[in-house]
T-cell receptor, first 110, second 119 residues
Framework: SQQGEEDPQALSIQEGENATMNCSYK?????LQWYRQNSGRGLVHLIL?????REKHSGRLRVTLDTSKKSSSLLITASRAADTASYFC??????????FGTGTQLKVEL | GAVVSQHPSWVICKSGTSVKIECRSL??????MFWYRQFPKQSLMLMAT?????????EQGVEKDKFLINHASLTLSTLTVTSAHPEDSSFYIC???????????????FGPGTRLTVL
């Protein structure tokens, strides 16, 4: 079964606005990662946050992690039409296996 | 970042035939490779994990005799869908983890995927 649930399932915003996606998971993790997938393409690694970290930034991306609530959020600031894609969180527990969330489909309109 | 390629990018085959998909890590040594399948508008489901030189570990519900995985070298893994049927039509994606100076071993790098359509 899926480890993570993402919310919202779909998000439509205007260019320049911020987009926030949330991910909840069920078991203890070593790290949580966010990936982006353009339609019909492979996944691109965006950012990794470790279980002992609370916040991480990379360019226009900001990720938070709350291990007490077993949740993470991905914020994309000043969104662009090119940010249109599906975004997945993925968690890694004790082994190497990544378990993916259900994904958020983001559409950024001009 | 590390580059992972897949070949072919898409394939159409007749029911009952076998299809082989290759996954290559181009600029690092992939000690572990993963194979996922993804149905339209759904998330990725892990099928199996393979370590170089070892037998693959399959996830529950994945038939190992139907989805043959070979990871014979540090740069190549193959997935063979044997006796394919229409229900095997899906998007198959591989990913790699490895050891390379400057590259985090916590990061998986994904291939571009292979679209399989079984008629």
């Amino acid at each position: 079964s899926q480890q993570g649930e993402e919310d919202p399932q779909a998000l439509s915003i205007q260019e320049g606005e911020n987009a926030t996606m949330n991910c909840s998971y069920k078991t203890s993790i070593n790290n949580l990662q966010w990936y982006r997938q353009n339609s019909g393409r492979g996944l691109v690694h965006l950012i990794l946050i470790r279980s002992n970290e609370r916040e991480k930034h990379s360019g226009r991306l900001r990720v938070t992690l709350d291990t007490s609530k077993k949740s993470s959020s991905l914020l994309i600031t000043a969104s662009r039409a090119a940010d249109t894609a599906s975004y997945f969180c993925a968690t890694r527990g004790g082994g190497n296996k990544l378990t993916f969330g259900t994904g958020t489909q983001l559409k950024v309109e001009l | 970042g590390a580059v992972v390629s897949q070949h072919p990018s898409w394939v159409i085959c007749k029911s009952g035939t076998s299809v082989k998909i290759e996954c290559r890590s181009l600029d690092f040594q992939a000690t572990t490779m993963f194979w996922y399948r993804q149905f339209p508008k759904q998330s990725l489901m892990l099928m199996a994990t393979s370590n170089e030189g070892s037998k693959a570990t399959y996830e529950q519900g994945v038939e190992k005799d139907k989805f043959l995985i070979n990871h014979a070298s540090l740069t190549l893994s193959t997935l063979t869908v044997t006796s394919a049927h229409p229900e095997d039509s899906s998007f198959y994606i591989c990913s790699s983890m490895g050891q390379w100076a400057g590259m985090s071993t916590d990061t998986q790098y994904f291939g571009p995927g292979t679209r399989l359509t079984v008629l």
